[in-house]
């Protein structure tokens, strides 16, 4: 019972941080491929400074280093930290797929008179999405697991509760095998999700250029 109420703060932890996490990813996404250069700057010193720390003490940072300024609960300092970690990875992952798009295709819809926001819009995002779910669904997977970090700063997630477990029972090869299965089993149902979402959109199998 334990590892299933576990299970249940591993996923919500996990879901609510990939959703403020894409949020994030989006804008700093449209920051890096901005023609305003503080826009490229701001964008690139978030991402840099994000990937170049560790998550861990960006967790701690959020929960123990800013408490003199703002008190964070373990959940929100957890999800935040997570938020803010993926979404650097996320906005690279965006970025990629909208560069990735040819550039006739912006072009053409300019030459037709369409705005630019417009033809974002329609044109190069949706393009751009589709080719980014596959690495998107990499990073979910690694979110997940990096969410047991969290574990540290005392929210009850899965790894937190088989440490709980592992020192009441003192059997830490069972208790950390079956903790590693339940892991297992949601990178596992993500992964399934992950690929419907993939087969539905049609994304892993581009389609080849009719010949006229």
């Not at 994000?50 to 999800?79: E, H």
Request: glycine share 6%; net charge positive.
């Amino acid at each position: 019972m334990a590892f299933l109420k576990a299970t249940w703060m591993t996923i919500s932890i996990t879901v609510i941080s990939l959703v403020f996490a894409m949020i994030i990813g989006v804008i700093f996404a449209g920051f890096k491929i901005s023609s305003i250069k503080m826009l490229n700057r701001v964008a690139d010193i978030y991402i840099g400074l994000i990937r170049g720390t560790p998550l861990i003490v960006q967790i701690m940072f959020l929960y123990y280093g800013i408490a003199n300024l703002v008190t964070l609960d373990s959940f929100t300092a957890g999800a935040l930290a997570l938020s803010i970690h993926t979404g650097a990875y996320i906005a690279e992952i965006f970025r990629g797929a909208v560069q990735s798009i040819d550039r006739g295709q912006m072009e053409a819809a300019r030459s037709l008179g369409m705005p630019l926001p417009l033809a974002m819009r329609r044109i190069i995002f949706p393009q751009a999405f589709k080719r980014s779910i596959p690495p998107l669904a990499n990073q979910f997977i690694i979110s997940l697991k990096d969410s047991s970090l969290v574990a540290y700063i005392s929210v009850t997630d899965l790894f937190n509760t088989a440490l709980t477990v592992q020192g009441e029972n003192y059997m830490p090869f069972e208790t950390y095998f079956v903790v590693g299965f339940y892991y297992l089993i949601i990178v596992l149902i993500f992964t399934w999700l992950a690929n419907r979402v993939e087969r539905k959109l049609d994304v892993s199998k581009p389609k080849e250029a009719a010949v006229a």
